[in-house]
């Protein structure tokens, strides 16, 4: 029997490509990771600061995304400016005037809700390539529990 020409190279090239994309998505690049707190219900934050991790103009772009869509399903999402050598020190100068229940940190691969009454950690995703809307979609559900 005669293949037409390059006939036998297409099938195994296919499955090459196959398994190197599913090595792809499961590798660290596309695994998404959360990290919740069980001692800060998400329901208890109304009040967000919703501020870019970086300067890059990607990141702001994103920020202000994410910032839309909180407000679009109810939550009082606020931008806040400046710049800190770090989250914990963002979290504290933030939140300091009290009239804030958290604040969100976005990067293009990642998004961190600091509680503002413990200055902790109530909500960590890690998104690798799944994309914001994803790991929106995932605090979301964290923030209605």
């Known amino acids: 029997m005669r293949f037409p020409h390059g006939a036998f190279i297409v099938q195994p090239m296919r499955i090459v490509l196959a398994v190197l994309l599913a090595a792809a998505c499961a590798g660290p690049y596309g695994r998404t990771t959360e990290l919740v707190s069980e001692a800060i219900p998400g329901d208890h934050f109304k009040s967000l600061a919703v501020i870019a991790g ?10 202000q995304q ?4 909180l407000t679009g399903k109810g939550l009082s999402a606020e ?3 400046g710049l800190w050598e770090s989250q914990q020190a963002a979290v504290q100068e933030i939140c300091r005037p009290a009239d804030l229940d958290g604040v969100v940190f976005v990067l293009w691969n990642e998004l961190d809700l600091f509680d503002c009454a413990t200055h902790k950690p109530a909500y960590q995703i890690r998104g690798g390539y ?3 809307d994803r790991m ?3 605090l979301l559900h964290y923030l209605r529990r």
């Open 54 to 63: 970086d300067d890059d103009d990607n990141t702001v772009r994103i920020t």
């Open 66 to 69: 994410v910032r839309t869509r």
């Open 79 to 81: 931008h806040r400016q």
């Open 130 to 132: 799944g994309g914001t």
């Open 136 to 138: 929106l979609e995932r």
